[in-house]
């Protein structure tokens, strides 16, 4: 195979995929990206068994083939390569050239096989469902802030329950993330005009229902979505489906598969339920950097922090045996009755840093319950922390 390719229409593309193919696996091949000539152009597609990604991108191709190079090795030369234009041409035993038009740089790198790359799945007959781009990275950055555990093999800490619901008359589509000590939730209300596009009736549509036909919604893993938020871009609208236990996701000339978890997701409907709460608004940079200068004697052993709710005021107080004590208190506008409860600083800040207007609310029941947070303006995303003992 021989092909010449601008260097920027794949830079950002080699740059997106390292988080497929950067993890080590007992699959070598599935550290490179398979790269295939085509009529217009090329296609990319790389893997870590769980999340595939395939994307056509314009080239002059002198001559059909197949690579299957080092992933991280060809994003590190087009990266520094000095020059737009970059010929690739494939040698002899595997071996890949990768030149300058104008002469004077050359690299001769050894690829793989490219029979041994795993096979992406092929879905096909889609009914794909609109969405715009920044809310869908929006929604994804909310609820991976809760990261994966990575001895913990139960499902739900794993994966984002993903669902479609209908709430007076509204089409919303709910994404929901735990780990048992919190929970965070967000929503996209549909556009009124919001349809399912059929993939195999071109300019079809469906009536919008429950998202993949399924009333139980679905289990995406993280990681898998993770990867996602990294090609979505900050305007525009990308089409969402789910077929044969796979979730997809496709941008005009990218696509990436997810393979879906299995198992039950906990009943949160209870979780969420602030019933009678005291309201309480805040400042949410004044409130993150208190929490932040609380954090500093945070440790593996001595995680909590205490929270006192009293009359128009709050006040934390920070202990650690190792280390020392510290407390901090800021005036509130609270008329309830004292509280004294204690909580996890870090899951606070995680909270406050994925909102981004001034002020957020703060939900406090009694020592018992969680605390809510949520935007004072945006409700589509809340969080719930559980507190804890000390």
């Not at 080239?59 to 087009?78: L, P």
């Not at 996602?228 to 979730?247: A, C, M, W, Y």
């Not at 309201?279 to 500093?296: A, E, H, P, Q, Y």
Request: hydrophobic share 35%; proline share 4%.
């Amino acid at each position: 195979m021989k092909f010449i390719i601008n260097k920027m229409d794949i830079l950002d593309v080699l740059s997106n995929i390292q988080g497929l193919t950067g993890h080590k696996s007992n699959l070598a091949i599935t550290e490179t990206v398979l790269i295939q000539t085509a009529d217009s152009g090329i296609k990319i597609t790389a893997t870590d068994l769980e999340t595939g990604f395939v994307g056509s991108y314009h080239a002059k191709v002198e001559s059909q083939g197949t690579i299957a190079i080092n992933a991280r090795k060809i994003y590190e030369i087009v990266k520094e390569f000095p020059s737009n234009e970059i010929n690739i041409n494939e040698i002899e035993n595997h071996w890949v050239e990768i030149s300058s038009a104008k002469g004077g740089i050359n690299y001769h790198i050894v690829g793989m096989n490219p029979d041994d790359f795993p096979e992406i799945p092929l879905i096909e007959d889609i009914s794909f469902f609109k969405i715009k781009s920044p809310a869908l990275k929006k929604m994804i950055d909310q609820t991976v802030s809760i990261g994966v555990v990575t001895d913990d093999r139960r499902v739900h800490i794993n994966g984002i329950y993903f669902e479609k619901l209908k709430n007076n008359d509204q089409d919303i589509i709910r994404m929901v993330s735990t780990d048992g000590s919190r929970l965070s939730l967000v929503d996209y209300i549909c556009p009124t005009d919001s349809r399912r596009v059929s993939e195999s009736a071109a300019g079809g549509f469906d009536p919008p229902e429950y998202f993949g036909g399924s009333e139980s919604g679905i289990i995406i893993p993280k990681k898998g979505l993770t990867e996602v938020s990294r090609f979505l871009d900050p305007e525009g609208t990308v089409q969402i489906g789910n077929k044969d236990n796979h979730f997809i996701v496709k941008k005009d000339t990218e696509t990436i598969i997810i393979r879906l978890l299995e198992g039950e997701f906990p009943k949160y409907s209870d979780i969420i339920d602030k019933g009678d709460a005291n309201t309480i608004t805040v400042d949410r940079k004044m409130f993150l950097n208190m929490l932040k200068r609380m954090s500093i004697l945070y440790s593996d052993n001595y995680k909590g922090v205490a929270f006192n709710f009293q009359k128009d005021k709050l006040i934390i107080t920070a202990t650690n045996p190792d280390l020392g004590e510290s407390t901090e208190d800021m005036d509130i506008d609270y008329k309830g009755e004292k509280i004294e409860t204690a909580f996890n600083p870090k899951f606070f800040i995680d909270t406050l840093n994925i909102i981004d207007e001034d002020n957020v609310i703060l939900y406090i029941i009694d020592e018992q319950k969680p605390c809510f947070i949520e935007a004072k303006e945006d409700k589509q995303f809340l969080s719930v922390i559980m507190p804890m003992r000390i």
